[in-house]
Nanobody, 125 residues
Framework: QVQLVESGGGLVQAGDSLRLSCAASGRSFSRYGMGWFRQAPGKDRELVAHISWNDGSTYYADSAKGRFTISRDIPKKMVYLQMNSLKPEDTAAYYC??????????????????WGQGTQVTVSS
């Protein structure tokens, strides 16, 4: 089993920064992919960023490019999402997720196998 625990959400103003953290435990992650998703009220859960645990290759949604950075700390089994220049439209619950697929799994939430409980990010204007 895999357990994922997010932290770092909060209430910030537009233009501020936040760093979300995801602590992973359980099985070996050497072949996993890790993603950060977000879901705003009334909207679908969307992939924000993805990183390969093995080689560190990344993917970003257009909304995140240039502002967000996903990274991982292999010894600590941590995944981070650094979010800069936050906008009110970034307001959402943010979820850490893991997929057992070694390659690029695509953007669908259904390609991910394990989920954290989520952390709320609220950006005021």
């Amino acid at each position: 089993q895999v357990q994922l625990v997010e932290s770092g959400g909060g209430l910030v103003q537009a233009g501020d920064s936040l760093r979300l953290s995801c602590a992973a435990s359980g099985r070996s992650f050497s072949r996993y992919g890790m993603g950060w998703f977000r879901q705003a009220p009334g909207k679908d859960r969307e992939l924000v960023a993805h990183i390969s645990w093995n080689d560190g290759s990344t993917y970003y949604a257009d909304s995140a490019k240039g502002r967000f950075t996903i990274s991982r700390d292999i010894p600590k089994k941590m995944v981070y999402l650094q979010m800069n220049s936050l906008k009110p439209e970034d307001t959402a619950a943010y979820y850490c997720a893991a997929t057992v697929q070694a390659g690029w799994p695509g953007r669908s939430r259904y390609e991910y196998d394990y989920w954290g409980q989520g952390t709320q990010v609220t950006v005021s204007s």
